[in-house]
């Protein structure tokens, strides 16, 4: 019996994964789509109702289907769902759900895919799972002795479960301002913004003006530039924040996004809850006591809720372990359109970019599935 090879498996089924599948298929090569949620949107789905995109909804599109028209500047959740199921019925795209992959490995000139159903192997791996898998978060002294409720950015829930509670926040990047951003708008005790750094932080709008439009002007720019830009803006839209306690910013929000693939936040009117007292700026968490926070100023903070923003891991290392093509934190040396340090690897929307998941993942989708059809 001829074993099966296939051309390319496309490892996750969200707007990354589909952008790759359906790239593919206008290159006349046809992907297997294996995703391990039981149905598209999986992670939003899990996520709080009032939860919406960042980035305005112009951006936020896959190549060839656009929003519907109502569907408001940044989309909501459930058109973000809608969204995706919409664009997988048109463009055709046959997704194999409840299929985990545990591991890849390679097999001379072709890939092994070790799934939660079996082996399946391909001359082409593309893996979409996403930069932020994994909820991550640090292993603070005393955290398992804290008398208060710890829990990650990602268990958000609603805005309403945090009413008449004191809650800090710990991290001051997107996730960490998006908790802020929902926080203000119930009727909570004090809320705490634990920074250990400065943010590089944009509003959401300018008047009327969605700031995200501008986005690929500025990731066009030279990088000096584009950090320029982002600090003038900044600079003039909420002036100095190291008045508001915040420590002073070590490197320019371009260069922490691409080098350290550290997002720019969305401010929706936290800073000017900053400004009014409503939040508070505190030193970064240093540990816990079983009634307190303890900073690392040595204040302490008593909270009734702390969220931990610090961000997440890919979960790669397990997936790809022995393949040397991420590092420490799971993340894919290689980025992008280009082999992810063995051929027929290949990485989609694994880092945050200035110009938006979807519509980077749109791109990203166009030069692999070229890649891939010029190497036939």
């Known amino acids: 019996m001829t074993e099966t090879i296939e051309e390319v498996i496309v490892i996750g089924a969200g707007a990354a994964g589909l ?11 046809k992907a ?34 656009p929003y519907p028209k109502g569907v408001p500047a940044f989309p909501p959740k459930a058109a ?31 890939w092994a895919v070790h799934t939660s159903k079996g082996i399946r192997r391909a001359r082409h791996i593309i893996i979409a799972t996403g930069h932020d898998k994994v909820p ?27 009413e008449g509670k004191s809650v800090l926040v710990a991290g001051a990047g997107n996730s960490g ?29 300018i008047g009327k003006i969605a700031v995200q439009r501008f986005s690929r002007i500025t990731d066009a720019l030279p990088i000096p530039i584009g950090n320029f830009m982002v600090a003038l803006v900044q600079r003039l839209l909420f002036g100095d924040l190291r008045k508001l306690g915040f420590a002073p910013v070590k490197k320019g929000a371009i260069s922490r996004l691409k080098e350290d ?50 961000g997440y891991r890919t979960g790669l290392d397990t997936m790809l372990d ?38 980077a993942a749109g791109q990203e989708a166009k030069a692999i599935a070229a890649r891939i059809a010029g190497s036939r």
């Open 261 to 310: 693939h550290v997002a720019i936040s969305a401010d929706d009117g936290a800073i000017a809850a900053i400004k009014a007292g409503r939040i508070k700026v505190v030193a970064s968490v240093a540990g816990f006591e079983p009634q307190h926070v303890v900073l690392a100023d040595g204040a302490k903070v008593k909270a009734d809720v702390v969220i931990a923003a610090t």
């Open 322 to 359: 022995g393949l040397d093509v991420v590092d420490s934190k799971g993340k894919p040396k290689v980025s992008g359109a280009e082999p992810g340090g063995q051929p027929g690897l290949w990485f989609i929307s694994m880092q945050p970019g200035i110009v938006g998941h979807f519509y």
């Open 32 to 65: 297997s789509v294996l995703e391990k949620e039981a149905h598209i949107a999986e992670p939003w789905r899990q996520r709080h109702e009032r939860l919406a995109l960042n980035t305005h909804r112009d951006m936020s599109y896959l190549p060839g289907v």
């Open 19 to 29: 952008a790759a599948a359906d790239a593919l298929t206008r290159h006349g090569i």
């Open 177 to 205: 301002f998006d908790a802020l951003n929902y926080l203000i708008g119930a009727k909570t005790g004090m809320i705490y913004l634990a920074a250990r750094a400065g943010p590089s932080i944009l509003p959401k709008r």
């Open 80 to 110: 973000v769902i809608a969204y995706l199921e919409r664009y997988t019925e048109e463009r055709g795209i046959a997704v194999e759900f409840n299929t985990e992959v545990e591991r890849v490995t390679r097999e001379d000139d072709r």
């Open 136 to 162: 991550w978060m640090p292993d603070w002294p005393g955290a398992a002795k804290y008398e208060g409720r710890l829990i990650h950015a990602a268990q958000f829930g609603s805005p309403k479960d945090y």
